[in-house]
């Protein structure tokens, strides 16, 4: 059973940080390209950053604050998002995502991240 579960949202004050989580199993994860995305309310669904095993590539609106990482266990595949110098347009529900075409995106439940003092 493929499970893609996310962790780590939250209320944060602007200028704070967070840290996501995704926990991505039940299939080979390892070849797949990873990454999160993010809805606000209203708005549609854009990428925030995105990995492979050699290549990261980030929104230009999170370049230079946000970092992807993953670590590609046995079975399972944790995929990490650190936010630094959060800010309220930050605020969103986040998405971990998994992809490898041409098979059908996975995606996960989502974790809210709110930023407001």
């Known amino acids: 059973q493929v499970q893609l579960v996310e962790s780590g949202g939250g209320l944060v004050q602007p200028g704070g940080s967070l840290r996501l989580s995704c926990a991505a199993s039940?299939?080979?994860?390892?070849?797949?390209?990873m990454g999160w995305y993010r809805q606000a309310p209203g708005k549609q669904r854009e990428l925030v950053a995105s990995?492979?095993?050699?290549?990261?590539?980030?929104a230009d609106s999170v370049k230079g604050r946000f970092t992807i990482s993953r670590d590609n266990a046995k079975n399972t595949v944790y995929l990490y998002l650190q936010m630094n110098s959060l800010k309220p347009e930050d605020t969103a529900v986040y998405y971990c995502n998994a992809r490898r075409p041409p098979a059908t995106p996975w995606w996960g439940q989502g974790t809210q991240v709110t930023v407001s003092s």
């Open positions: 990995i492979t095993n050699s290549n990261t590539n980030y």
């Open positions: 039940g299939t080979i994860f390892s070849f797949y390209t």
